[in-house]
């Protein structure tokens, strides 16, 4: 960044402090809507917070991915996250702090609440990032044979553990 002009170091060092930021979970429905809210209104424009907001989703996008990953990695990634929260919910258990939600290994069915993460969270956000993309073999790449096999695989799953 140093052969950059001094204007242009500080609009990408003020993309790039924004885009960290906006990787907090509490953004997530922020930012969702405000790309809904955007996209039916000759988006995107040249404006920084256009340029922002398309580069903070794709971050978001892009650490959504393993959602579509094959089933080895989607599994691994699911159990790595719970195994993070299960963890949460057990210092908050120790510290005789309310557990978080999805945090309790004792009252939480991984399986149930990972499909609903998978409505509630990825799948709207695809949808909505790939209408910028505008690109079915992606589309159906990304949903096909990514999000919907998985989302298939995991009711699976929790079928064969409903019925032990």
């Not at 950059?4 to 907090?24: H, S």
């Not at 424009?45 to 907001?53: A, F, G, K, N, V």
């Not at 908050?92 to 945090?103: A, D, G, Q, R």
């Amino acid at each position: 960044m140093e052969n950059m002009p001094l204007e242009l170091q500080k609009e990408t060092r003020k993309i790039i402090i924004d885009m960290v930021l906006n990787t907090d979970f509490s953004r997530h429905f922020i930012l969702l809507t405000e790309l809904k809210t955007k996209l039916g209104n000759n988006f995107p424009t040249e404006s920084l917070e256009d340029r922002t907001l398309i580069m903070s989703v794709s971050l978001r996008v892009a650490n959504q991915f393993k959602v579509v990953r094959d089933r080895p990695v989607f599994f691994k990634w699911m159990d790595m996250m719970f195994d993070e929260f299960y963890k949460q919910g057990d210092m908050e258990k120790v510290l005789e702090l309310p557990i978080s939600k999805f945090m309790d290994r004792e009252n939480t069915n991984k399986e149930k609440a990972f499909s609903n993460y998978l409505n509630v969270v990825c799948r709207p956000l695809f949808v909505t990032y790939l209408i910028l993309v505008n690109d079915e073999e992606i589309n159906n790449s990304i949903f096909k044979d990514g999000l919907d096999k998985n989302k298939k695989n995991l009711e699976t799953r929790i079928d064969e553990n409903s019925g032990k």
